[in-house]
Every structure is written in C-alpha cells, then in structure tokens.
C-alpha cells in the first residue's frame, strides 16, 4: 500500500519558534510538494521539489522556507512562526512527467501556532 | 496560469438523493482534471481523473464525472448518495509549473449528508 506519512498529526508551537514539519514517501516519487490548506481557500501550494535538493516556489512561499535532501523525505521549515501560519498542512508525491499522473497525500498535520 | 473554479462551497444533501457538485477550469487546450474527497480529518483520495476519450468517467465509491469542453465543465455526480458520503470535495486540474506538473486544486465543496 502506497504511503505519504507526515511525522505529526497536530502540533502547537508558540510565535517566533523555529518549526519542522516532516513528510516521507515511500513510493519512489520524484516530486513531493507542500501544501496549505484553510476553509474557503482551498489547497494551496508552498513549494515543490522535483529532484533531492532542487525546490521551486509555490503560489504562497512567503514565510516558508523547505529541505530535500533525500528523495523520500521533504521537510517544511516555518523560520519564524506566525500566528497567521496557523492551518492545516498537507504534503503530497508523484511520479514526473505526464500530466495524468495522480498526486498521493498524507493525512495532514494540523498547525497551531499561539 | 490555469485556475479551477467550484462555485458551491456548501451543499446539503438527504441520504438517498442524487448528487451534482460543480467545477469549472480555464485553460486552452485539453485539460487533465481530477476530483479528489478529504473525509473529516484525513488526506486528500482520488476518486477520479480525466485526460482523453470518454467524457463521462467512472470512479470509486459509486461516482462519476463528465467533461464538458463547451461548457468548461467537470462535474462531479452520484445517483444515490450515502452518509459516509460526507466529506470534501476537490476539483483539480494537472499543469506544467516550473520543472515538473503539478495540480491546482478549487477551494472545495463541503458535502453534508441529512439522514
């Protein structure tokens, strides 16, 4: 069974920590992405990584900043936290190429910032 | 850029009733669309996706959509729909970003189901 896990389901952080969320694909996905996910708005992305190491900013990258140092793993780093990055977080895998190709997601981690 | 529109953000339906939740995209040539379904505090499933041939796609969980290029439209449909049917409803569409594809989702439906 095909399986995108993010490390936490909620987390609280207070303003100005430094904060790590963590997503591990075990499917052999060449991209992996982040998204941001809040009532009325949708799904929308931070930041994608199509190889290790290589990122590209999403549509709302501001404040985020991210780490792909192994293919299964992309992390979401919030330098600064802001009680305006308070939301849910959805990370996500596929293979590259084709338009066609359908997207996996893990089960979300539901931010907190105070 | 393409943008995927769903124009209802809440739909209330009664168990048994049959079920239309909107899309609509933009884009110039054929588009790749998806419909996706986040039940209460999971991810994102697929229920079904469209890329070429038959416009009317069949799906999981007893769904189906039709693609309407006149219309620019993906709707998404079940005859009878059930109480776990509950949950919300994306509607997405696969572009070209950067380096790689990548999807652009709508902002979702929200489906409640009355016994």
């Known amino acids: 069974d095909v399986k995108v896990t993010q490390s936490s389901r909620y987390l609280v952080k207070r303003t100005g920590e430094k904060v790590f969320l963590e997503c591990v694909q075990d499917m052999d996905h060449e991209n992996m992405f982040w998204y941001r996910q809040d009532p009325g708005l949708g799904l929308r992305l931070i930041y994608f990584?199509?190889?290790?190491?290589?990122?590209e900013k999403g549509d709302i990258p501001e404040g985020y900043s991210v780490s792909r140092e192994k293919k299964e793993r992309f992390s979401l780093i919030l330098e600064s936290a802001s009680t305006n990055q308070t939301s849910m977080y959805l990370c996500?895998?596929?293979?590259?190429?084709?338009?066609?190709?359908?997207?996996?997601f893990g089960q979300g981690t539901r931010l907190t910032v105070v | 850029a393409q943008s995927v529109t769903q124009p209802d953000i809440h739909i209330t339906v009664s168990e048994g009733a049959s079920l239309e939740l909107r899309c609509n995209y933009s884009y110039g040539a054929t588009p790749y669309l998806f419909w996706y379904v986040q039940s209460p505090g999971q991810g994102l499933q697929l229920l079904l996706k469209?890329?070429?041939?038959?416009?009317l796609v069949q799906g999981i969980k007893g769904f189906e959509a039709e693609f309407k290029r006149s219309q620019s439209s993906f709707n998404l449909r079940k005859p009878s729909v059930h109480w776990s049917d509950a949950a919300e409803y994306f509607c997405a569409v696969g572009e070209y970003g950067g380096a790689t594809n990548k999807l652009i989702f709508g902002t979702g439906t929200l489906l409640a189901v009355q016994p």
């Open positions: 469209y890329f070429s041939g038959d416009t």
């Open positions: 996500a895998s596929s293979l590259q190429g084709n338009l066609n190709t359908e997207a996996f």
């Open positions: 990584s199509y190889d290790v190491k290589m990122k």
